[in-house]
């Protein structure tokens, strides 16, 4: 029931205005009217209150909707990046691949390599021999085998013989008086090419290998350092 300040109900109201009216269709009016304004100011309450609250439901998706686009951008910029930290290890991948392959590349004879190097010449002895001793005058595929190994051992990143590439794969092998490498046959004298910046002339001139040759009769020379170029196995 609604009050006035004096805590006068409007039914008293009413009883005050009743002596006021002449007719009871007056006083039915003014109830009428009366009613109208309470109501239309219920409505308009209601709708002020209604009204307030779309407002507050507008700002607070608004907000909702600003917060929305920050994310999505951030993400857009997140997937940026992983975007270009992905290409940069896909980047970093390949070069590391590039790496082994330019290091394993030598080895396996796939490419031509030039650079620093030197020969180590080795043929047969010119002396005379008898039948009993002339194994020892003759270059065999042992002593070529053990060439190739103490090239590799002292910094040889590539190596041939007589143009013949060496690579892991490569079989130095003998039939009768003739060597086979690569399964082809070679004759002496046998051209040692390796290439390699840590090989040392003076060292490798001087070492027990290299005058064991010379001890048994073999002409050996090694060259000094000197601009090499192998050719790429076939």
Known sequence: MYKTDDNITIFNVFKKLEPFASSKKLFAGLLFIILLAVIFAVISLIYLEKTSSNKILVARQGALNNQIVAFENKNKILELEIILLKKELYSLLREKEQRKINKIA?????????????????????????DNTSSQYI????????????????????????????????????????????????????????????????????????????????????????PVEIAPGT
């Open 139 to 226: 270059v065999h595929d042992i002593d070529l085998l053990k060439i190739v190994n103490f090239l590799w051992a002292n910094g040889a990143e590539a190596i041939s013989i007589n143009n013949e590439r060496i690579v892991n794969s490569s079989r130095i092998s003998c039939i009768g008086s003739t060597v086979l490498v690569n399964q082809k046959p070679l004759v002496p004298p046998f051209t040692n090419k390796a290439a390699g910046k840590a090989l040392n002339p003076e060292g490798i001139k001087n070492d027990a290998l290299m005058l064991s040759f010379s001890i048994r009769g073999l002409k050996v020379k090694v060259s000094d350092k000197q």
């Open 106 to 130: 030598p080895l396996l004879g796939i490419e031509k390599v030039k650079g620093e190097g030197l020969t180590i010449m080795l043929a047969d002895s010119d002396q005379t021999y008898e």
